[in-house]
């Protein structure tokens, strides 16, 4: 059984960077995709970016594109998203979420075999 826990939120202001991680427990991590997912309050819960489970696919939420990179470590059993030039409406709860499909990570489907807890991020102006 894989677990998922994340780390690296805080506070941060506006412009700055931040790097969550998300490490997984257990020898399966590689065959994963892997998500991050945010929810604000009020908002809808929103995929900002996937990966495959080797790395050679990813996506990026128009939001966040050309500031965000999502990455890998599989050695590591670890899932990292840079977070750059944080803007006012990034703060939410960022999510790590994994299935061994990663056309489900990319569809955003809420029944993902696996969810991490969740790390807060918040943007000051």
């Known amino acids: 059984q894989v677990q998922l826990v994340e780390s690296g939120g805080g506070l941060v202001q506006a412009g700055g960077s931040l790097r969550l991680s998300c490490a997984a427990s257990?020898?399966?991590?590689?065959?994963?995709?892997m998500g991050w997912f945010r929810q604000a309050p009020g908002k809808e819960h929103e995929l900002v970016s996937a990966i495959s489970w080797s790395g050679g696919n990813t996506y990026y939420a128009d939001s966040v594109k050309g500031r965000f990179t999502i990455s890998r470590d599989n050695g590591e059993n670890t899932v990292y998203l840079e977070m750059n030039s944080l803007k006012p409406e990034d703060p939410a709860v960022y999510y790590c979420?994994?299935?061994?499909?990663?056309?489900?990570?990319?569809?955003?489907?809420?029944?993902?075999?696996?969810w991490g807890q969740g790390t807060l991020v918040t943007v000051s102006s």
């Open positions: 979420a994994a299935d061994s499909s990663y056309a489900a990570v990319r569809n955003s489907a809420r029944n993902l075999e696996l």
């Open positions: 257990g020898r399966t991590f590689s065959s994963y995709a």
